[in-house]
């Protein structure tokens, strides 16, 4: 029997039950979908089936609504082997950037409290040292403070105070706006330029004016350890301890898990909520993301210095050697960002979508590239999207 005469069977068979023609279509456009997206399921499978990862779960969304969801593979294989769930809780590394740190001083800007052209110095005195008064806020956000990539790991060091000397001491690597330079040092210090203008610790503000009112209830900073069961566990750290609601960063674990470049864990669910938030907002919908919509789309257009060709938005990744993830089909209105843990998101305004990546593939000592993987499965899935 052909595959459509099959379908015509079932659906015979479905009316003649009582089913009514609504729920034919639905079925009918669930199997539609199923197909589309089957070179998505492809492709998870493969990376898990040749060591990429351990385990890979995939969302995508379109039009308002979650079009199709992926799980496969494990959550744990060390000490013993747990299945992946929709509900596994990540470590987000880097995607804290642009979700929370970024949008905190984005809704600090829309106050009237900071100005994206004045010098972070301004915020933190201590800042000024070693060459660095010229650097702005804007210049934070987008990556051209000329500042290098991290805090010196070379020596034990520990706590928020030492990160804040060392980040004082630093030295700019290049010229303040001269070029694109990916640094958690910018981010570190926006941490800190959230805490001394809101007067509070960086995990609360971004619990009571980000997580709560977007209802991500999964998401937060240094989780309990009793969720701990829930939590994909990273890699082995330099004492032989598996990091499982641990963050991974060791920059951020030196400062206590919470900081302005890593220190978010949330899953698939709280994801989802954060992205389709932002996408209706953009829209006009009605939506609960804590941003005005012209404060927002300002996040997500390039804002870097005039007549510079690496593309950066206000936290976000527009067009650089970052941006892989878009895939070869979304627009390049999209913009996203990744997460070395193995997470990234991908979101395009003009396609209302976007793709939600999150893996575990660290785990257990030290992982394989998902590079492709990422931007393999945006394509496939921007594809699919277009046979909707």
Not at 225 to 236: E, M
Request: proline share 6%.
């Amino acid at each position: 029997m052909r595959r459509n005469d099959a379908g015509a069977v079932f659906s015979r068979r479905l009316l003649l039950k009582g089913g009514s023609a609504s729920a034919l279509l639905s079925m009918e456009g669930c199997a539609t979908r199923a197909t589309s997206f089957a070179p998505v399921d492809r492709l998870a499978r493969d990376a898990v089936a040749s060591g990429q990862t351990p385990g890979v779960v995939v969302a995508i969304g379109h039009r308002g609504r979650i079009v199709h969801r992926f799980v496969h593979g494990d959550r744990a294989r060390v000490p013993h082997v747990e299945g992946m769930s929709w509900g596994t809780r990540f470590d987000m590394a880097s995607l804290t950037k642009p979700t929370m740190t970024a949008l905190a001083i984005m809704q600090l800007e829309e106050e009237g409290l900071v100005s994206l052209e004045d010098r972070a110095a301004r915020y933190l005195p201590e800042f000024a040292l070693c060459g660095k008064t010229a650097i702005t806020l804007r210049m934070l956000l987008t990556h051209y403070s000329g500042l290098p990539p991290d805090l010196p790991l070379d020596r034990p060091w520990q706590g928020r105070d030492e990160a804040v000397r060392l980040m004082a001491e630093t030295r700019p690597s290049q010229a303040p706006g001269e070029g694109f330079l990916y640094s958690d040092i910018n981010y570190i210090a926006l941490g800190f330029i959230v805490e001394r203008v809101s007067g509070r610790a960086l995990a609360s503000c971004v619990r009571s004016r980000i997580l709560v009112p977007l209802g991500m209830t999964e998401s937060g900073y240094c989780p309990d350890p009793a969720l701990r069961p829930r939590i994909a566990p990273t890699q082995f750290d330099g004492s032989g301890l598996m990091l499982r609601g641990i963050v991974h960063d060791p920059t951020a674990r030196r400062m206590g898990g919470v900081a302005g470049h890593a220190g978010l864990f949330s899953d698939a669910h709280d994801m989802t909520t954060y992205a389709q938030a932002l996408l209706d907002r953009l829209a006009g919908r009605e939506s609960r993301f804590p941003l005005r919509r012209e404060t927002l789309a300002r996040m997500i257009v390039p804002q870097q210095p005039r007549g510079k060709a690496a593309l950066r938005g206000l936290g976000w990744d527009i067009d650089t050697h970052y941006s892989s993830a878009r895939g070869k089909v979304f627009s390049r209105m999209s913009f996203g960002h990744t997460g070395f843990t193995g997470t990234s998101l991908w979101i395009d305004p003009a396609s209302d979508s976007y793709v939600l990546i999150l893996t575990n593939r660290v785990h257990p000592r030290g992982g394989h590239s998902v590079v492709a993987l990422r931007r393999d499965v945006a394509t496939q899935a921007a594809l699919a999207l277009r046979r909707l």
